[in-house]
């Protein structure tokens, strides 16, 4: 295969490398969501696995129904940081690439 359409295969062969080393990287981050100021944490891992929880015992005492929102909300941000990171790391895979407007890669 020659010509611009053999060039767009091997860029779209190494933007897939790429990618598969950005998502190994991603997968062994560990971010921290927080809530309440502080008074939830939650560390997830990029593959979305809780890893470990910490609440502040008092919060239980003074209202549970608070507590469970709180971690809620800490899991979401947790969750939300991965997007992010996912984003940044991926999103400029393709930059380089001169594709045709909404165009996908089958990726």
Request: charged content about 25%.
């Amino acid at each position: 295969m020659k010509g611009p359409l053999a060039g767009l295969m091997q860029q779209a062969q190494r933007m897939q490398e790429e990618m598969k080393r950005a998502q190994e990287e991603i997968a062994r981050t560990e971010v921290t969501g927080q809530s309440g100021g502080g008074l939830v944490s939650v560390v997830m891992s990029g593959r979305h696995e809780v890893r470990r929880v910490a609440i502040d015992r008092q919060l239980f005492a003074d209202d549970a129904e608070m507590a469970e929102d709180l971690v809620a909300a800490a899991i979401n941000d947790a969750v939300n940081k991965i997007a992010a990171l996912s984003q940044e790391k991926l999103g400029g895979l393709t930059a380089g690439m001169n594709l045709p407007a909404g165009f996908k890669l089958p990726f």
